[in-house]
């Protein structure tokens, strides 16, 4: 690490917290180790040459499930049109598995299962639609709708639409089983171009035990008040890189969920919705392990939350090493939160010994409106603190009033501008709340002038 930046440091933290008996070195090696978390954009995500399948039609099979007997009327059943052409598609090399464009396709809740062939594209320019009676959805599969696992190497793009037909759904009980509409399951090195998700029952589009995933330009929409339909949901995967996605739903525009490490996101447009979330993790005592996680670049507008962890009492493991940059926020009712106390049950939940441990968490260049008053809020299990928060250039405001900061059990520490102020992270009065007016003017000249590592 450049010599000049860690002299800078030292410097500053003891001029920030003078006689505090904090651990100096920790700090600067924490800050050293998030500001230059790297996850690798492309790496083995890297598939076959030409993405376009079309400039090289020459040497690609195509497999339209139209010749399959698929109808497209949006009213009969294509789904066994969609099951012949997908072996067809999966048992031949180079193959492309075609959902032509300008018709609607009814299919119901499939599994579409590798290995393939080598470089299969799957090509979506149509929509493709659920069935919207819950009455009749497959009993069989009561929680996928287009699931597609064990692939190895596989592009799926196209300007088409996969659309849940969730309404029905949305105001059935909530203990009924809900599909989510596009799985991507145990697979590894692929790549999503292009399409949209929308108004899925549940989740609109899950990566689930994948290694090796990019999903770019992909839109998302739903309801804000269609329930459980987060947009892009990540659970037991590594190295998955989302770029350029537009989400809109009822819920977390983005959640990431145990055993999922090297996550990076950016450029991401969010709202309405939950904003963007890290968990839950720790339910019924469970553990949930995320970490390495890089958000750069994204908006938020009118969403309920805008960065945001949450765990249940009571689990085990840990989120460390995060790092989200350059975020605006509009009119957002909590820009940043950490929530150790996370409860969805209709049941209070009992405070507990154990939780999922938050550590090394970064906060750099966000800016915005809050609804809340807290627009910082990190609310820490008493027995397992939340540990080296780092704030830098923070400026977030309320057009009608002040904001604070709140923090329960949690340390860490700002430099730069801070706003509001983030003082009760190094007090050691742990219900400190620092309330601060909204008038201070940023400073003119950012830290980040002196410290500006890139990506
Ligand atoms: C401070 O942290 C360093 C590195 O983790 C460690 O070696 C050292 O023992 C710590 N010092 C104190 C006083 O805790
Ligand atoms: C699709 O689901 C409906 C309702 O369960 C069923 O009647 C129909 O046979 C299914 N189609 C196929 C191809 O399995
Ligand atoms: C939900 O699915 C599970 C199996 O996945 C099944 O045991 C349960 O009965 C289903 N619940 C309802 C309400 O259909
Ligand atoms: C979390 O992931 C680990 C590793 O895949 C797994 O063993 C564990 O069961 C998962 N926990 C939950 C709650 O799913
Ligand atoms: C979790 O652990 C606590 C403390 O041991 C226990 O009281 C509680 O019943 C457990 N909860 C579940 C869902 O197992
Ligand atoms: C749990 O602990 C937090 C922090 O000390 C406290 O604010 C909250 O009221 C407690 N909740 C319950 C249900 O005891
Ligand atoms: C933070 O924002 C400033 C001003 O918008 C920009 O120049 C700088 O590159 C940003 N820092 C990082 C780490 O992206």
Redesign the pocket.
Known sequence: MDKIFFVFFVGLLIVTHGTAERNLSDDVAILGELESLNIEEEGDIELFDSPFWTSERGNKVLVNVDSFGAVGDGVSDDTQAFVNSWQQACSTSKAVFLVPIGRRYLVNATRFIGPCADQLVVQIDGTIVAPDEPKNWDKKNPRIWLDFSKLNGVLFQGSGVIDGSGSKWWEASCKRNKSNALTIDSSSAIRVKGLTVQNSQQMHFVVSRCDSVRLSDIQISSPEDSPNTDGIHITESTNVVLQNCKIGTGDDCISIVNASSNIKMKTIYCGPGHGISIGSLGKANSTGIVTRVVLDTAFLRETTNGLRIKTW?GGSGYVRSVRYQNVRMEDVSNPIIIDQ?YCDSPT????QTEAVEISEIMYRNISGTSKSERAMKF?C??TVPCKHIILNNINLGKTDGTVETYC??ATGFGYGYVQPSAECLTSSD?KFIIEQTNEVEPPKHSRDDIIHTEL
Request: with cysteine.
């Open positions: 009492q106390f209070a939940c009992q405070n609310a299990s008493d329960n059990s742990k």
